[in-house]
């Protein structure tokens, strides 16, 4: 179980810590889920050396750039509950990609949101974002409603390789506005239907 002083930020349930070597299973239990999966990646089910690969290119991520998609735990039990974090789009200008995968076993709870509002503060306020992308798997009604909750714009259909699809492509701006206000604008929009498969 993660302890407290692991986690380099939180939220009321959550904690945020970086990826490990040593974090196999809980990486199979995330990415090796079908139904995980099957937002990501055009397999559908990820090999365990799979997975391991996807867990090096976290790491190295968090190596080469200073981000990734970070592992987060409530923070009541060390429970895993998936990760959500950043990866570069745009680095001359600026420009981050958002994105999280959610655990099936903790779907439908807030997790997602919670999780996303942290690290879109943090993308601004840390890493000085111009600006955050998203996609979503273009079947995914659960993700296109929490992006446009969480304040991101439509602009284009996009090609994402690892799905082998056009995936509906949003974008937040920093300028004008402050990080929390669409954080503020999402707590107020309830929101039941919670799957956190964003890739």
Known sequence: ????????????????????????????????DPRVARWIDARGQLADEQVRERLAGEIQCQQDHGIQYWPFFRRET?????????????????????????????????????????????????????????????RNKASRRLLTRLGFQYTHD???????????SYRLEAAGRAPQDAAAAASRTPD????GDLH
Not at 5 to 16: A, E, K
Not at 94 to 111: D, I, M, N, P, T
């Open 1 to 32: 179980m993660p302890s407290t002083h692991d986690y380099f930020m939180t939220t009321q349930r959550l904690g945020f810590r970086y990826w490990r070597a040593m974090d196999v299973a809980l990486a199979y239990g995330l990415w090796g």
């Open 158 to 168: 996009e090609y994402y390789a690892a799905t082998g699809a056009h995936h509906p």
């Open 192 to 195: 039941k239907k919670k799957q």
């Open 78 to 138: 060390g429970g895993h509950v998936g990760c959500c974090g950043l990866r570069p789009y745009d680095p001359a200008q600026r420009v981050y990609e958002l994105g999280f995968h959610v655990c099936a076993h903790s779907w439908r709870q807030g997790y997602a949101r919670e999780a996303a509002r942290a690290v879109i503060t943090h993308a601004f306020d840390t890493h000085r974002a111009a600006a955050l992308f998203a996609g979503h798997h273009p």
